[in-house]
């Protein structure tokens, strides 16, 4: 996988990877507030507690869950509010729930962002769950799920990457870089590397469309931040 769609897919990853409702089950050791609401009018707005902030955060490989930054914080709450404004468009379009098949594979692909599977239990322990089979937590990578289907249908499925964007790219981008990386190795040709480019420009696609959508919608829906986080 190239170092670009690596980046992109961790930025759709991280607006989504705190999903959708509140973490109702965390411990009770754990003091709870509204830290902001979001809602677009007609419909119920949408709370983001404190837990659900620590929750994000246990999700963030590097973000510290003991005494975390303001910098950590004010990014998990970014991305949580990111979540609620998609959770308002996906439930116009409702659809079958995720399986069992699709959860597990799912948390299997969370796993792959941490040292190991041991290390990620333990955050989430910190956050009030007893596993990664903890009926709390699939029910959330379920709600992910979801949310990743609907943008899948919203903006994936409207993607065009023509053939003169694939020659400027291969032009433009892959070439120099290659030669940049590996001088003297021979250069593939544009038809070797024209899936590997058209998947690339799909993916920048997809994550302009993503922050497009994000910065209209914000115009649309109300947000009002309560504390300080």
């Known amino acids: 996988m190239t170092t670009v769609r690596l980046k992109i897919l961790r930025l759709i990853g991280s607006i989504f990877i705190g999903l959708l409702v509140s973490v109702s089950g965390l411990s009770q050791e754990i003091v709870d507030k509204t830290v902001a609401v979001v809602s677009d009018g007609n419909r119920k707005s949408q709370l983001i507690t404190y837990s659900d902030v620590l929750w994000q955060l246990a999700l963030q490989p590097g973000a510290g869950l003991e005494k975390p930054s303001s ?15 998609f959770a308002l468009e996906a439930e116009r379009l409702p659809r079958a729930a995720p399986s069992e098949r699709e959860i597990a594979d799912k948390i299997t692909e969370i796993l792959t962002f941490f040292p190991t599977a041991a290390a990620f239990e333990a955050r989430l322990k910190q956050v009030g769950f007893s596993s990664v089979k903890d009926p709390a937590f699939e029910r959330l990578i379920g709600q992910r799920i979801a ?6 249908f919203r903006f994936a499925s409207f993607v065009v990457v023509t053939s003169d964007e ?6 433009d981008v892959y070439t120099p870089e290659h030669r940049r990386r590996t001088p003297g190795l021979l250069l593939p040709s544009l038809d070797e590397k024209r899936a590997e480019i058209s ?19 914000k115009r649309r829906v109300q947000v009002e931040i309560l504390i300080e986080v």
């Open 71 to 85: 910098e950590d914080l004010n990014q998990a709450l970014r991305s949580m509010i990111n979540q609620r404004i």
């Open 147 to 152: 949310i990743e289907k609907y943008v899948e």
């Open 166 to 171: 694939e020659a400027r790219y291969y032009r």
């Open 199 to 217: 998947e690339i420009l799909k993916r920048q696609k997809i994550a302009a469309a993503i922050e497009r959508f994000l910065d209209d919608a």
